[in-house]
């Protein structure tokens, strides 16, 4: 069955995400599984189901509303073409699982074919958006590529009108933006349910990616559902996602721990953390009355997928990751250890089920050995404290290694019991 989007617009009944974007709510299109690939990783399919699940999971039964899991492009091989259609069947119902693939009848019919038959499937046509794209990818001037897209979808929505299709325009950042507001109104009335704009090279700076969305929005057709995919290649993927969002735009591209094509693009746990860690300063960011979920998401799942994910790519969280770091929640210098909540912007065991820990490093002081200590079932009096404090400064020194480990300071301690007098050993 189909219905109208508000201005003459078709699109199919259900389609759960138009539905969202439209309502105000926020919609979350995962990448790491897709554009996460051209970052040099590969996510197993038993994996990706995984994934594809336990972030579902995250907004419970409102999964397939908040989270596009793009799930592969079947065109590479038939091991991915598995790998996608293993996605949309067993993840079904947890998320809106999609295909992704080139603008090439062919690559289409394997797309749907990749997800048809599961619940909230959709596919996502990768199109040129600007002429020097459209020149490289189809030796066609844009405005023809973005003709032959609209009959793409009807063929597609033909195959199986139960189907979504999304189109994504690449180089958009760089294309004209008369032509990008007409190219996404004709493709919406052709049965496109969201059109995303890509900044495909990550060259945008904030203020022009605002521009970016507020003239396509301003132009385009009322019943346009625009979506963001922006690279981080300036190191503003976040930044210029935040833009798209403060222009109106409510389908926003993210991949965990920001992998994707060369420097990435905005992280999943960040974004997901900043939309939801303070109900009223995203309500500033989205300058909207509307919550931004209709369930919001469980934030103490970040920590853990992310390790996941680090674990599954052999990407690692780092001391200085945001969010879900090795560094959030640690403690090793004496002023944070008296006041933590002076030095950090939130509470990560209350948001993230983070335990703040103390680590001993060349910046400690006796508050901090002693804290160490105690955990490790030591009381040192005043002379050993200052005494382990000296050891753990030469040690980090000598081994050129910030941190001492806590099996090597409590080898020290346990030689102040054997022998007293050797506290400065």
């Not at 030796?139 to 897209?149: D, F, G, I, K, V």
């Not at 089920?353 to 005043?382: K, M, N, Y």
Request: hydrophobic share 50%; proline share 4%; charged share 20%.
């Amino acid at each position: 069955m189909e219905d109208q989007g508000g201005s003459g617009v078709t699109v199919i009944e259900q389609d759960v995400v138009r539905e969202s974007a439209r309502a105000g709510r926020v919609v979350l299109w995962e990448e790491s599984a897709r554009d996460g690939a051209q970052a040099k990783t590969l996510m197993s399919a038993a994996f990706r189901v995984h994934l594809a699940r336990e972030q579902g999971r995250m907004f419970g039964a409102d999964g397939p509303r908040h989270v596009v899991f793009a799930a592969g492009f079947p065109a590479v091989c038939r091991e991915e073409f598995e790998a996608v259609r293993r996605v949309a069947v067993e993840a079904e119902g947890a998320v809106s699982v999609a295909a992704v693939c080139r603008g090439r009848a062919e690559d289409v019919r394997q797309a749907v074919d990749a997800v048809r038959g599961t619940a909230h499937a959709r596919v996502m046509l990768v199109v040129p958006g600007s002429e020097p794209m459209a020149r490289t990818m189809t030796h066609r001037p844009a405005r023809e590529a973005l003709e032959s897209a609209a009959a793409l979808i009807r063929e597609a929505r033909a195959v199986d009108d139960r189907i979504a299709v999304d189109i994504c325009l690449a180089d958009a950042s760089r294309a004209d933006h008369a032509l990008l507001a007409d190219g996404a109104s004709a493709l919406t009335a052709a049965g496109a349910g969201t059109i995303v704009l890509a900044d495909t090279v990550g060259c945008q700076l904030p203020f022009e990616a605002a521009g970016l969305f507020e003239r396509i929005r301003a132009t385009a057709d009322p019943g346009v559902v625009l979506a963001s995919h922006l690279h981080n290649d300036l190191g503003l993927g976040l930044a210029n996602t935040l833009e798209a969002l403060r222009a109106g735009v409510r389908v926003v591209a993210a991949s965990w721990l920001g992998i994707a094509e060369r420097s990435g693009m905005a992280a999943t746990e960040q974004l997901l953390f900043l939309l939801a860690h303070d109900p009223a300063r995203a309500a500033r960011l989205l300058a909207a009355d509307t919550p931004a979920w209709w369930t919001a998401p469980d934030l103490t799942a970040l920590p853990r997928l992310a390790r996941l994910v680090a674990e599954e790519t052999g990407v690692p969280l780092t001391v200085t990751t945001p969010v879900v770091g090795t560094g959030v929640g640690t403690i090793s210098t004496g002023t944070p250890f008296v006041h933590p909540q002076l030095f950090q912007p939130f509470d990560p065991e209350e948001l993230l089920g983070i335990a703040p820990s103390t680590v001993l490093t060349q910046l400690a002081s006796v508050r901090v050995v002693r804290a160490v200590a105690d955990r490790l079932g030591h009381q040192l009096d005043e002379r050993q404290a200052r005494a382990a404090l000296a050891w753990v400064k030469t040690r980090a020194y000598r081994t050129g290694r910030a941190v001492v480990e806590d099996a090597d300071f409590a080898a020290y301690l346990t030689g102040l019991r054997v022998r007293p007098e050797a506290v400065t050993a």
